[in-house]
C-alpha cells in the first residue's frame, strides 16, 4: 500500500503532458504484448478494459499546456482503441473488428450494471466506499448515453473506413488508412458525445460555441496526436502477430 501512495506521489510531480505520454506508450505497448500472448482474444479483452477503463477516468480533469479549460482524462485509453480494431481489420479482418466494438460496449454495460447493484446493497455502518463508488459509478445518465452512442457509432465508423481505403489503396498505403481512419473516427467520437452530453441530451444546454472550442476540439488536438504516434505500433503488430 506505502508503493503505491509513494508511486502516485512521485508521478504527479511529474509534468502533465510527460505524464500522458507515458500513459500513452504503456497502453499502445500493452496492446502488442496483449495480441502476443493471447492473440485475438487478447485484442477483445483489452479492448473491454480499456472501455471500462476510459469511462472512469474521464471523470477526472487536469490541466493541460494548450487549452485554457480543464480537459477529461479517457482520451488515451478510449483511442488506443481504435489501433485495436486497425489491428484488427489489417490481420484478422472486418468481422473480427466489428465483433471488438460490441465486447467493448457490453463489458461497459455489463460493468456499470454490476456496480449498479452493489451500490443498491445497504452499506455498514463500518463501510467507507459506499460514497466512493457512488461518485464514480452513478454518473449524470446524459454521459453514459452519450458514451456509449458516441462508441459505437465511431468506433464502426472507423472499421469501416479502413477497410474501405484498404481496398482503395490495393492494401497499400498503411500509414494513410491507419491516420485517416483514425483522425475522422475521432472527430465522429467527440462530436457525437458532446453534441448529446451538452446540448441535446442537457436539461441546461451550453452554448454551441462553447461545445465546439472546449470539448469537441478541446481534445481533439491530443487526437489527432494519437493517431499518428499509434502508426508505428501498427507496423510492428505485424511482429508481434501469434505464431498459430
Known amino acids: 500500500m506505502d508503493f503505491f501512495i509513494s508511486l502516485t506521489s512521485y508521478l504527479g510531480m511529474l509534468n502533465t503532458f510527460v505524464l500522458w505520454l507515458i500513459m ?7 496492446i502488442l504484448i496483449f495480441l502476443k500472448l493471447f492473440g485475438i482474444v487478447g485484442l477483445y479483452v483489452y479492448s473491454a478494459l480499456a472501455v471500462i477503463g476510459g469511462n472512469i477516468q474521464v471523470l477526472k480533469q487536469v490541466d493541460f499546456f494548450y487549452s ?27 468481422e473480427k473488428a466489428n465483433k471488438n466494438v460490441l465486447i467493448g460496449f457490453v463489458s461497459f454495460l455489463f460493468m456499470t450494471i454490476i ?25 449524470l445518465s446524459r454521459f453514459f ?3 456509449m452512442i458516441a462508441y459505437l457509432l465511431s468506433q464502426y465508423f472507423d472499421v469501416w473506413i479502413y477497410n474501405f481505403l484498404k481496398k482503395l489503396t ?16 475521432s472527430l465522429i467520437d467527440n462530436t457525437i458525445f458532446s453534441l448529446l452530453a451538452w446540448i441535446i441530451l442537457n436539461p441546461n444546454p451550453e452554448f454551441l460555441y462553447k461545445v465546439i472550442t472546449t470539448y469537441i476540439l478541446g481534445t481533439y488536438f491530443l487526437r489527432i496526436l494519437i493517431a499518428l504516434i499509434d502508426t508505428p505500433f501498427l507496423y510492428l503488430s505485424k511482429l508481434f502477430l501469434p505464431k498459430k
Open 170 to 185: 490495393i492494401n497499400k498505403y498503411l500509414w494513410l488508412r491507419n491516420n485517416l481512419s483514425t483522425i475522422l473516427s
Open 145 to 147: 448515453i452519450a458514451s
Open 68 to 94: 485554457p479549460e480543464p480537459v477529461a482524462l479517457g482520451t488515451v485509453l478510449f483511442a488506443s482503441t481504435f489501433l485495436c480494431t486497425d489491428i484488427l481489420s489489417e490481420h484478422f479482418g472486418r
Open 115 to 139: 456496480m449498479l447493484i452493489t451500490i443498491g446493497f445497504n452499506p455498514s455502518t463500518d463501510d467507507w466506499a459506499q460514497e466512493s463508488l457512488s461518485n464514480i459509478f452513478t454518473p
Open 24 to 30: 500513452l506508450f504503456f497502453c499502445f505497448f500493452s
